[in-house]
């Protein structure tokens, strides 16, 4: 009795059946882990009234690549949680930016911790959490903080997903994954957090057994659907980041 | 860069990396904190945490030899020293609430007096770039900041109390600027070290809130 692939056989497919008014997390910490392919599909696809949850909504780095921003340019975005609307270099500019100064598209700026906590938080069944983070803030205002042993936390709630895309470098066909250096990143954590998980993957798709069980970076019954990136050109893969002129 | 005088952007990062110690555990920030790994520690042993998960990452891969899945926080394809490991962004960021990073280096637009920092929104600006600043912020052992003494404006930016939304409060243990090594006493700013070719009288007239100078006032620590 083997266990049921999880392979679907294009990216169109892959995100199939997204509703309006979802909500998707997005794995990726600058180029690596993220999921280039499934995001060019759902621009496509053309689900709206979206909620994305990702650490920015990008587009501050050359060549750009597919990113959360591209869904708000593209009509498909109500909001975003994330830990940039703005880029570190003020210098920088990101396309998100002037959705949000319109009032077009909204945004829930989260601590980059806090942020990959509430996800780990929604995947294991912690429905909120204290931490120090933002203590003091702007962020605090108004909010719930608690003294413990002496020092002042604020409360932070978990944030579950409808769907998570993710980047892995390997999977077997149940979805047993394993990331590459700083692939990892978010992926594991945005799969735990989502009730649907659509992984895409770098190398052709394993047979069951083919990794060691020891080895595994985030385990297949998070995964719910698998694809396999293509070479390029139809495929999408990470480039080597132009120097940014200061 | 908006002043030239006193010490260059790797003078400051090279004196703030100074203050490193063997096995510690060391987040670099983007902009002048990345510096430091440029630094000559000799013999010091210690590691660099990146909130990406990777931990243990030496210098920027030569070109050609790129992993392009392989970055520090500011996205460089770095490589990896013999003992480092790879972690989730969850786990990273355990790590630094769970106060196991002895020192981040920041840079910041205001230090105050107190040690808040203000470093992720500017003046009327909607949003902003937090990043993994206030996580690190409130959990690091020690927040070490760099930045040039004063705006393009010639304002001070350190100042008595911060008038941008701060990072955090109380947190900062030293600065380092162009025109010297600072500590933020909870009064005032305390003198440690000053830049070669500055005055007392010239630092103080570009320093916001109190200045005070240590008894044992040295030149700042150069490289070579």
Request: glycine share 12%.
């Amino acid at each position: 009795m083997a266990l049921k692939s999880k392979q679907v056989d294009s990216f169109r497919d892959a995100v199939a059946g997204i509703e309006d008014g979802s909500t998707i997390g997005f794995g990726g910490f600058a180029m690596p882990g993220v999921p280039f392919n499934l995001i060019k599909a759902l621009l496509e696809q053309g689900a709206k009234r979206l909620t994305l949850v990702g650490n920015t909504t990008g587009g501050a780095a050359s060549p750009r690549m597919p990113d959360m921003g591209m869904l708000v340019e593209n009509g498909q975005v109500a909001k975003v949680i994330c830990a940039f609307t703005a880029a570190t270099r003020p210098t920088d500019v990101l396309p998100f930016t002037k959705y949000y100064e319109s009032g077009e598209c909204d945004a829930e700026l989260v601590p980059q911790g806090t942020l990959a906590e509430r996800l780990r938080a929604a995947g294991a069944g912690i429905p909120a959490f204290y931490t120090p983070t933002a203590v003091g803030t702007e962020l605090a205002e108004g909010r719930e903080t608690r003294v413990i042993n002496g020092r002042e936390y604020l409360l932070e709630y978990a944030l579950p997903l409808d769907y998570a895309f993710v980047r892995a470098h390997r999977s077997d066909t149940f979805g047993n994954l394993q990331f590459h250096r700083a692939q990892r990143n978010f992926n594991p954590v945005m799969a735990t957090a989502a009730r649907t998980t659509i992984v895409e993957v770098d190398e052709p798709i394993l047979s069951l057994g083919s990794i060691d069980p020891d080895q595994v970076h985030c385990s297949g019954i998070y995964v719910h659907r698998l694809v396999q990136v293509p070479a390029e050109p139809e495929g999408l893969w990470p480039t080597r980041r132009q120097e940014r002129r200061r | 860069m908006s002043d030239t005088k006193g010490l260059t952007r790797q003078q400051m990062a090279d004196r703030m990396a100074y203050e490193f110690q063997n096995g510690w555990i060391v987040n670099l920030g983007v902009g002048i904190p990345t510096m430091c790994s440029n630094t000559d520690l000799g013999d010091v042993d210690f590691i660099y945490h990146s909130e990406n998960g990777i931990i243990g990452y030496g210098p920027v891969a030569p070109a050609g030899e790129e992993d392009l899945l392989l970055v520090n926080a500011g996205g460089q394809n770095v490589t990896m020293k013999p003992g480092a490991s790879v972690v989730h962004h969850a786990d990273s960021f355990g790590i630094i609430r769970g106060g196991h990073i002895d020192a981040t280096v920041m840079g910041a637009y205001q230090v105050s007096m107190n040690g808040d920092f203000a470093n992720w929104k500017l003046k009327g600006q909607k949003g902003g770039g937090i990043g993994g600043a206030m996580d690190l912020a409130a959990c690091a052992k020690r927040v070490f900041i760099i930045l040039e003494h004063v705006t393009r404006r010639n304002e001070p930016r350190l100042v008595e109390a911060c008038d941008l939304p701060v990072t955090a409060r109380g947190v900062v243990t030293l600065v380092s600027t162009n025109y010297g090594l600072f500590e933020p006493t909870g009064t005032g700013f305390l003198l440690r070290e000053i830049a070669p070719g500055l005055t007392v009288d010239e630092i103080r007239a570009t320093t916001g809130g109190v200045l005070t100078v240590a008894d044992n006032l040295k030149t700042v620590r150069l490289a070579g």
